[in-house]
């Protein structure tokens, strides 16, 4: 039985895509989020009934599931790139 392998003109340039927004932009806009959600969670910054509220409980759960986050759309990206790689060197350029 023979196993299709291919790696079209359109599915590389998709690659190229999804790697362009999670390195240059998903990836970094998460950051930035994370970052600013710091920046509130300092009662020097943002203070009051709900900005403790925010810095207690909202931030924690939503900083750890950023982090996760940006952890999985890089495992994502090196995913792509490493089996388009593995149907390239099989011959799937086509």
């Known amino acids: 039985m023979t196993t299709r392998v291919l790696s ?11 790697h362009t927004i999670i390195a240059d932009g998903l990836a970094g806009q998460l950051q930035a989020l994370r970052a600013e959600g710091n920046t509130l969670s300092d009662p020097n910054v943002w203070d009051g009934l709900e900005a403790t509220r925010f810095r207690s409980s909202t931030w924690p759960e939503m900083a750890q599931a950023l982090a996760r986050c940006v952890e999985a759309v890089e495992e994502l990206r090196v995913q792509v790139a490493a089996i388009n790689q593995n149907i390239m060197a099989a011959g799937g350029n086509g």
């Open 8 to 18: 079209s003109e359109e599915a590389r340039a998709s690659i190229a895509r999804m």
